[in-house]
T-cell receptor, first 113, second 116 residues
Framework: EPEVTQTPSHQVTQMGQEVILRCVPISNHLYFYWYRQILGQKVEFLVSFYNNEISEKSEIFDDQFSVERPDGSNFTLKIRSTKLEDSAMYFC???????????FGPGTRLTVL | AQKVTQAQTEISVVEKEDVTLDCVYETRDTTYYLFWYKQPPSGELVFLIRRNSFDEQNEISGRYSWNFQKSTSSFNFTITASQVVDSAVYFCALSEANQAGTALIFGKGTTLSVSS
């Protein structure tokens, strides 16, 4: 069964560094998403992406964040100048159509020291 | 504004007990979608079910059943004859589907602990 994959599973970085989280969505899906979950809290929407453009973003997704589909398979989230409060689990998701179910990857745990 | 409330923070049951997880939602849209996801201790988010706002028919899948009531804005989830493997955090989520790539709005989750 096709699934969303994410790398790395765990990323440790120093405050102020840039990180890139990578995702490979399900191959026939056209809509891509990033969410984050601070430890013990609810899952929060960051951004959605379609046709090489951001289609929706939350207040959390400020200028520190960017997304890109650098090739036909990868979808990346870049966090510039990381802060301690960026420590969280970051989930990538994809859906076939815009009203379809979003399937999540296993997550990348980001730890900012 | 859209909102999902899961009032039960933690529930503990003994194996074979039935358990119901509550979900209440708020939305101004007439077209929306409701979801349940399971997050086991390993951390991934596993899709369980999706309902659209026009389909109030209850659904049963094995030991799982869902009760959708628009009149009370609720979408409750029942596990019958719970098992230890059901121990997880369960999230209810809402999508208003009013534009492309719409966000899922999650509740805070209910942690279910099933002991043997």
């Amino acid at each position: 069964e096709p699934e969303v994959t994410q790398t790395p599973s765990h990323q440790v970085t120093q405050m102020g560094q840039e990180v890139i989280l990578r995702c490979v969505p399900i191959s026939n899906h056209l809509y891509f998403y990033w969410y984050r979950q601070i430890l013990g809290q609810k899952v929060e929407f960051l951004v959605s992406f379609y046709n090489n453009e951001i289609s929706e973003k939350s207040e959390i997704f400020d200028d520190q964040f960017s997304v890109e589909r650098p090739d036909g398979s990868n979808f990346t989230l870049k966090i510039r100048s990381t802060k301690l409060e960026d420590s969280a689990m970051y989930f990538c998701a994809s859906s076939e159509g815009w009203r379809d179910t979003q399937y999540f990857g296993p997550g990348t745990r980001l730890t900012v020291l | 504004a859209q909102k999902v409330t899961q009032a039960q923070t933690e529930i503990s049951v003994v194996e074979k007990e039935d358990v119901t997880l509550d979900c209440v939602y708020e939305t101004r849209d007439t077209t929306y979608y409701l979801f349940w996801y399971k997050q086991p201790p390993s951390g991934e988010l596993v899709f369980l079910i999706r309902r659209n706002s026009f389909d109030e028919q209850n659904e049963i899948s094995g030991r799982y059943s869902w009760n959708f009531q628009k009149s009370t804005s609720s979408f409750n989830f029942t596990i019958t004859a719970s098992q230890v493997v059901d121990s997880a955090v369960y999230f209810c989520a809402l999508s208003e589907a009013n534009q492309a790539g719409t966000a899922l709005i999650f509740g805070k989750g209910t942690t279910l602990s099933v002991s043997s």
